[in-house]
């Protein structure tokens, strides 16, 4: 599954927005708020282990933060969209635990897993590791397992990439390898999920594999599924982003080396409702360009996502709005679709997708025309 990575939303900004040159002092650092665009003029900064010189200019999307901090006084040129906002801090947003944390990986390698409540910073963290680690040279691989907010797949998925070059989000990774899971919450499909994960960890091949996580962190049942998926994951170190004890069950239960770091208190906070939008942005994202196509009923194996066999289907069945995977013979998966429906013994979606699955699996989620989430499948 191969995609480019996506417009992060430069027509977005204005242009005539531009504030003056902002001066930062050495050690300082300016949180940029998207949407916005930001570029170095002069001096040294870094932005999450990546020099800002070498990126030349920085778009931030919306609902994005940006931490950019002074090695030297630097000059920048800072361009806000509509509702971007920026403000200077003293000294550096990274926490000193997670550039220790740095240090460890890029010396022990293997396979790090990253455990965090929602919100608590865990893709910051991975991008920042990641820049990290390609700094010193070394192949680095991020497998994404927070099927609910999804960074490099569409939701609903489990994804994998190796980095070719800095990023400053996870979204601008484009997703080599992904599994549909076909359902948002863990809780629901935690089997599937551990498989799509098992699958895609074998076929990493980096020097250091970092896997981001979901949130579901609390309570009993959160516990024993943490400690399920950690052994999935069979990492070298677990990574755990807290703000008080809320990890303290698993990470006390779990047998793997583990270090507990602080959650970055520039951290931006989204809301319930503010994450059901940036789903919504991921479905639009890969279903863009998406045109209606029809695949005849024996030519494909038609599924739910959580049994592996064929589903039997009445022509009068009605189907649409169902968020499906096409998945090739080897259930890897080709894109998403929008069921649109059922005739004539085929079943209609909509998808960018230029060729043929073999498989058709049908999610939980139901989509509306405009790809927002509606409502779930029983």
Same mark, same amino acid.
């Given at each position: 599954?191969?995609w480019?990575p996506?417009?992060l939303g430069l #027509?977005?900004?204005r242009?005539d927005?531009?504030?003056?040159s902002y001066?930062l002092?050495?050690g300082?650092?300016?949180l940029v708020?998207?949407?916005a665009?930001v570029?170095?003029?002069?001096?040294? $900064?870094?932005?999450?282990?990546t020099?800002?010189?070498?990126?030349?200019?920085?778009t931030?999307?919306?609902?994005?933060r940006?931490?950019?901090?002074a090695?030297t006084?630097?000059?920048l040129?800072?361009?806000?969209?509509?509702g971007g906002?920026?403000r200077?801090?003293?000294?550096s947003?990274?926490?000193?635990?997670?550039a220790?944390? !740095? !240090?460890?990986?890029?010396?022990?390698?293997?396979t790090? $897993?990253?455990l965090?409540?929602?919100?608590?910073?865990?893709?910051t963290l991975?991008?920042?590791? #990641?820049?990290?680690?390609?700094n010193?040279?070394l192949?680095?691989?991020?497998?994404?397992?927070?099927i609910?907010?999804a960074? *490099?797949?569409p939701?609903?998925?489990?994804?994998?990439?190796?980095?070719?070059r800095?990023i400053?989000?996870?979204q601008?990774?484009?997703?080599?390898?992904a599994?549909?899971?076909?359902?948002?919450?863990?809780s629901?499909?935690?089997?599937?999920?551990?498989?799509c994960i098992?699958r895609?960890k074998?076929?990493?091949?980096?020097?250091?594999l970092?896997?981001n996580t979901?949130?579901?962190v609390q309570?009993?049942? #959160?516990?024993?599924?943490k400690?399920?998926?950690?052994?999935?994951?069979?990492?070298?170190?677990?990574?755990?982003?807290?703000s008080?004890l809320?990890?303290?069950?698993?990470?006390?239960l779990q +047998?793997t080396?583990s270090?507990?770091?602080?959650?970055?208190a520039?951290?931006r906070t989204r809301s319930?409702?503010?994450? +059901?939008? $940036?789903?919504e942005?991921g479905?639009?994202?890969?279903?863009?360009?998406?045109?209606?196509?029809?695949f005849r009923?024996g030519?494909?194996?038609v599924?739910?996502?959580?049994a592996?066999?064929q589903?039997?289907?009445r022509d009068e069945e009605s189907?649409?709005?169902?968020?499906g995977?096409?998945?090739?013979e080897?259930?890897?998966?080709m894109? *998403?679709?929008?069921?649109e429906?059922?005739?004539?013994?085929?079943? #209609?979606v909509?998808?960018?997708?230029?060729?043929s699955?073999r498989?058709?699996?049908l999610?939980a989620?139901?989509?509306?025309?405009?790809?927002?989430?509606v409502?779930?499948? $029983?």
């Amino acid at each position: 599954m191969n995609w480019s990575p996506p417009d992060l939303g430069l #027509a977005s900004v204005r242009q005539d927005e531009q504030l003056p040159s902002y001066t930062l002092q050495t050690g300082s650092s300016l949180l940029v708020d998207g949407p916005a665009s930001v570029s170095l003029v002069s001096g040294e $900064a870094i932005v999450l282990g990546t020099p800002l010189e070498n990126l030349g200019m920085v778009t931030v999307r919306e609902e994005r933060r940006l931490p950019i901090e002074a090695r030297t006084q630097a000059t920048l040129d800072v361009r806000l969209g509509p509702g971007g906002n920026s403000r200077e801090v003293e000294g550096s947003t990274i926490p000193v635990s997670w550039a220790e944390a !740095s !240090s460890i990986i890029r010396q022990t390698l293997g396979t790090v $897993a990253i455990l965090g409540d929602v919100n608590s910073g865990k893709s910051t963290l991975t991008t920042f590791l #990641a820049n990290e680690c390609f700094n010193d040279g070394l192949s680095v691989g991020v497998l994404d397992a927070d099927i609910g907010q999804a960074d *490099i797949g569409p939701p609903t998925t489990v994804s994998s990439s190796k980095l070719s070059r800095h990023i400053l989000s996870l979204q601008e990774l484009s997703p080599e390898n992904a599994r549909f899971v076909g359902d948002i919450s863990p809780s629901n499909v935690s089997q599937k999920l551990f498989s799509c994960i098992e699958r895609l960890k074998g076929a990493a091949g980096t020097d250091v594999l970092i896997v981001n996580t979901d949130g579901w962190v609390q309570g009993d049942d #959160a516990v024993r599924y943490k400690l399920d998926l950690l052994t999935t994951i069979s990492p070298g170190v677990v990574l755990g982003i807290s703000s008080g004890l809320e990890l303290d069950p698993i990470l006390e239960l779990q +047998k793997t080396p583990s270090l507990k770091l602080k959650r970055s208190a520039y951290a931006r906070t989204r809301s319930r409702e503010e994450r +059901k939008k $940036a789903r919504e942005q991921g479905y639009r994202r890969f279903l863009q360009d998406a045109r209606r196509q029809e695949f005849r009923l024996g030519d494909v194996e038609v599924r739910r996502h959580d049994a592996y066999k064929q589903l039997k289907i009445r022509d009068e069945e009605s189907l649409r709005g169902v968020l499906g995977g096409l998945l090739r013979e080897d259930e890897l998966l080709m894109s *998403i679709c929008r069921i649109e429906g059922l005739r004539n013994g085929a079943i #209609a979606v909509k998808s960018p997708l230029q060729s043929s699955p073999r498989i058709i699996e049908l999610g939980a989620i139901i989509l509306s025309p405009k790809y927002e989430e509606v409502g779930f499948e $029983a």
